[in-house]
């Protein structure tokens, strides 16, 4: 069966300091990958989408990117985090053809 | 692109109460999901409904994708439904899925 991991679950970060976040599928292959923040109270936005190895799509010009440096490996960065920054991230998939989306458990992510 | 809109945005019930959540959404799509966001954050698949109608247990969905909306209902309600309520929904040319802002459960004892 598939599965997707997400780490790590919490996160307190300084401003300015760099941001590595990863998500991880297993049990399929090529399945599209997403990033989403949802800040305290709010809608999941969808920052990332990713259809394979090297193609990634932006949906908000901000502070992040995102890499796929494997099928089924997804990675969300920042440089120097900002405030603004701060929220729960999390990582998704589906298969080809639109199926069934699954979600990861989620990073909070406090920019201190 | 795309718009997805839910209503209520809240709503308070007691227990054993029944409800209905609408989600409209602006374009056709070849795919609807309803999610239940736990008080962890974690978001639980409830249905995966691009069309028909789907039960389990106390809860169904109902998707008119000709008409662009989708109803989950919940009967018999208890404590334990109380969260968030996300239908997300997509079409393949875009390959996004897109979330509509949620409805807010809350189920009083």
């Known amino acids: 069966s598939q599965t997707i991991h997400q780490w790590p679950a919490t996160l307190v970060q300084p401003v300015g300091s760099p941001l590595s976040l990863e998500c991880t599928v297993e049990?399929?292959?090529?399945?599209?990958l997403y990033w989403y923040r949802q800040a305290a109270g709010r809608g999941l936005q969808l920052l990332f989408y990713?259809?394979?190895?090297?193609?990634i799509s932006s949906e908000v010009p901000q502070n992040l990117s995102a890499s796929r440096p494997q099928d089924r490996q997804f990675i969300l960065s920042s440089k120097k985090l900002l405030l603004s920054d701060s929220g729960f991230y999390l990582c998704?998939?589906?298969?080809?053809?639109?199926?069934?989306?699954?979600f990861g458990q989620g990073t909070r992510l406090t920019v201190v | 692109g795309i718009q997805v809109e839910q209503s209520p945005p809240d709503l308070i019930l007691q227990e054993g109460a029944n409800s209905t959540l609408r989600c409209n959404f602006s374009?056709?799509?070849?795919?609807l999901q309803w999610f239940h966001q736990n008080p962890w954050g974690q978001l639980i698949n409830l249905f995966y409904?691009?069309?028909g109608t789907k039960q389990n247990g106390r809860l169904s969905a109902t998707t008119v994708a000709t008409e662009r909306y989708s109803l989950l209902y919940i009967s018999s309600s208890q404590t334990t439904d109380s969260g968030v309520y996300f239908c997300?929904?997509?079409?393949?040319?875009?390959?996004?899925?897109?979330f509509g802002s949620g409805t807010r459960l809350s189920i009083r004892p």
């Open positions: 409904i691009p069309s």
């Open positions: 997300a929904t997509g079409y393949s040319s875009a390959s996004k899925i897109i």
């Open positions: 049990g399929t292959s090529n399945p599209n």
């Open positions: 998704a998939w589906n298969g080809m053809g639109h199926t069934e989306a699954f």
């Open positions: 990713s259809v394979g190895i090297g193609q």
């Open positions: 374009d056709s799509v070849n795919n």
